[in-house]
């Protein structure tokens, strides 16, 4: 029997750029340890009726309207990240990624997910005798792409 090539959450990154140009450095987020990317196809629908037999069932039709990327983080709060993290939650867009590694003796495919993102929801949450954890949400804005990487 073939086992799937499977891969750990740690291997998943949430990057945020520095908007230098030429060359934009991407920080991974340390302590963010849920990441999750979400590419969705939003549409309007519409069921229409089969002429011919009016009495059918009637099925649905669509028309895509857009695209979104969302990511979404959370975990402790890394005073180290939080001054990066605060100055992206301007309400201006900047650039992220979403990055997947692979073990380096077991590398199969590996890329990230890129574009421009907004934070729409950023918060922190504390209670006496915890550490005090960070969430935050970033909308797209503009296009997104993925970039594979070649495994060394």
């Not at 340390?30 to 990441?35: A, H, K, V």
């Not at 003796?105 to 950023?122: A, F």
Request: proline share 5%; aromatic share 10%.
């Amino acid at each position: 029997m073939a086992q799937p090539k499977i891969l750990r959450g740690t291997y998943f990154s949430l990057m945020l750029g520095d908007g230098a140009t030429p060359t934009e450095t991407f920080t991974a987020l340390c302590g963010i340890t849920t990441r999750n990317f979400t590419h969705q196809h939003n549409s309007n629908d519409v069921n229409t009726r089969d002429c011919a037999d009016p009495e059918n069932v009637p099925v649905r039709n669509l028309i895509i309207t857009s695209e979104q990327w969302d990511l979404t983080g959370e975990g402790v709060m890394n005073r180290s990240n939080l001054e990066a993290i605060q100055a992206a939650d301007d309400g201006q867009p900047h650039h992220w990624r979403y990055l997947f590694t692979e073990p380096t003796d077991d590398e199969v495919y590996q890329g990230y997910y890129s574009g421009s993102g907004i934070i729409t929801n950023l918060q922190v949450n504390s209670a006496d005798e915890n550490f005090a954890t960070l969430s935050l949400t970033i909308a797209s804005d503009g296009p997104w792409s993925f970039t594979e990487v070649t495994p060394s």
